[in-house]
């Protein structure tokens, strides 16, 4: 039941809620918070989200009340416009166990506030899944809701929920069945060079794209993050066939990208890898996300990457874009 003593407005008394924009100087304050916040990973540590700082100019929010800091927007600007991140998946507020909903509520007067003030025509926001959060954590959503954002777009991803795990369709199961006959091997890899070598080509060759990441780079945020960026890949008599790199979060661990050599597809090399993960390596864990299936905010579903992710038990989640604006 649902019961409003009163309409919410925006004269109805508002905590004191400040907010400054990120400096180095916070680097600690931020990553601490993150650390211990509901609905925070890794992606929003500063060492994660600076290691493309020359190609975003940095706009992140923190938010205070009485001189505690209550939540943090990882954000950037470009054109006028203030994007939560524009380099990363999605990344709303960061929020800790005490976020209620009026508090929100004041958060986001004091965003809508300072991106004003800020000369912002409007704000870009890409919530962060519910399967990333420990405990629920919609308040921004409804936040979103009462000053009359619009979601301009909607990215599905497929996701298995590890504790109620679906049995594979039976061409999944015949495929990986082979693959263990031929003895291919399923093993952490630390060859990320030659694991975003595969995904280039595979990534050039069907989509005429580059992956968001170089080599280089995952090395280095490898390097940086050893217990939530692994490399795991099938192998025939030592030659890499297939690779799939997770990203490691508290409840979820995320295909953020994934490559087939065309001998590792008639083979099933990406199949096995798959067949690891889910059923022995990340049995402990609460979600297996297999990423997202669509282009351009949703508007293009690739029908045939999809039916292969549900080919493995997975059904859909999705990663919402919100847009609002600032008027008068």
């Known amino acids: 039941m649902t019961v409003l003593e009163k309409p919410l407005t925006k004269q109805a008394e508002q905590e004191a809620i400040t907010v400054s924009i990120y400096n180095h100087e916070n680097k600690s304050l931020w990553d601490n918070f993150v650390s211990n916040s509901k609905n925070g990973t890794f992606l929003f540590y500063r060492d994660y989200m600076e290691y493309h700082s020359d190609r975003f100019i940095d706009h992140s929010l923190m938010f205070y009340n009485k001189g505690e800091l209550i939540a943090v927007l990882p954000a950037n600007q470009k054109d006028g416009v203030l994007y939560s991140h524009a380099g990363l998946t999605f990344g709303g507020i960061i929020s800790d166990y ?9 958060i986001f007067e004091t965003l809508k506030e300072h991106c004003k003030d800020q000369g912002f025509s409007k704000l870009i926001y890409k919530a962060i899944p519910a399967i990333y959060h ?6 921004d959503l409804f936040a979103l809701f009462t000053l009359g954002a619009e979601i301009v777009g909607r990215n599905v991803s497929s996701s298995v929920f590890l504790q109620k795990r679906r049995k594979f369709s039976q061409k999944r199961r015949t495929i990986i069945n082979k693959a263990k006959r031929i003895n291919l091997t399923v093993k952490r890899s630390y060859d990320f060079m030659g694991f975003m070598d595969l995904v280039q080509t595979v990534v050039s060759e069907r989509y005429g ?8 780079e995952m090395i280095m945020l490898a390097e940086r993050f050893p217990e939530n960026i692994k ?8 030659v890499m066939l297939a690779g799939c790199l997770m990203y490691e979060s508290q409840n979820v661990a995320h295909g953020q990208y994934a490559a087939n ?3 590792g597809r008639t083979l099933g090399a990406q199949d096995i890898i798959i067949d690891y993960l889910l059923n022995n390596y990340y049995v402990n864990k609460k979600y297996f996300d297999l990423g997202t299936s669509t282009l351009n905010q949703g508007q293009f579903l690739n029908e045939g990457l999809i039916g292969h992710k549900e080919s493995f038990g997975a059904s859909s989640i999705v990663y919402d874009f919100y847009e609002l604006p600032f008027t008068e």
């Open 231 to 238: 490399l795991f890949a099938s192998f025939k008599d030592e």
């Open 261 to 263: 050599s065309e001998l």
């Open 209 to 216: 794209a580059r992956p968001v990441h170089s080599g280089e």
């Open 134 to 139: 420990s405990v629920p954590a919609d308040e």
């Open 98 to 106: 005490n976020m209620t909903v009026k508090l929100m509520l004041n």
